[in-house]
Nanobody, 125 residues
Framework: QVQLVESGGGLVQAGGSLRLSCAAS????????MGWFRQAPGKEREFVGA????????YYAGSVKGRFTISRDNAKNTVYLQMDSLTPEDTAVYYC??????????????????WGQGTQVTVSS
C-alpha cells in the first residue's frame, strides 16, 4: 500500500503561482503513473493532470493546460504540480493519486489507486 502526503497549498492572489508536492512511500514509486485531482466546494472531484512513471509524458485537463505543469523526481519519490496564472476558479482541495496498476491506461484514462489527504489551495480575486 502506498502512502501519499501532499504539501504546498495555501492562499494566493489571482495571477500568482504555487507549487504542490506529493511525497510517496510504501512501494515502487517509479513503476506507477501519478495524477493530480481537485475538488471544489459542492463539486465532484476532477482530473487535473497526470505523468507517466518515467516522466516522459504528461497529460492535462483543458482547464489547466498551459498554466499547470506536472513533474516528478523518482529519486525523491515525489511528484510536483506547478500552478501558474491562478484564478479563483482554481480554488479547491488538491489531491495526488497513484495509478492502480503499473500498466497505465493513460492517455485514455487515469485509474487512481491510493489518494493523499489533500491540500487546500485558495485563490483570491
Amino acid at each position: 500500500q502506498v502512502q501519499l502526503v501532499e504539501s504546498g497549498g495555501g492562499l494566493v492572489q489571482a495571477g500568482g503561482s504555487l507549487r504542490l508536492s506529493c511525497a510517496a512511500s510504501g512501494r515502487s514509486f517509479n513503476m506507477y503513473a501519478m495524477g493530480w485531482f481537485r475538488q471544489a466546494p459542492g463539486k465532484e472531484r476532477e482530473f487535473v493532470g497526470a505523468i507517466l512513471r518515467n516522466g516522459a509524458s504528461t497529460y492535462y485537463a483543458g482547464s489547466v493546460k498551459g498554466r499547470f505543469t506536472i513533474s516528478r523526481d523518482n529519486a525523491k519519490n515525489t511528484v510536483y504540480l506547478q500552478m501558474d496564472s491562478l484564478t479563483p476558479e482554481d480554488t479547491a482541495v488538491y489531491y495526488c493519486a497513484v495509478e492502480k496498476s503499473i500498466f497505465t491506461r493513460l492517455p485514455g484514462t487515469f485509474d487512481p489507486g491510493s489518494w493523499g489527504q489533500g491540500t487546500q489551495v485558495t485563490v483570491s480575486s
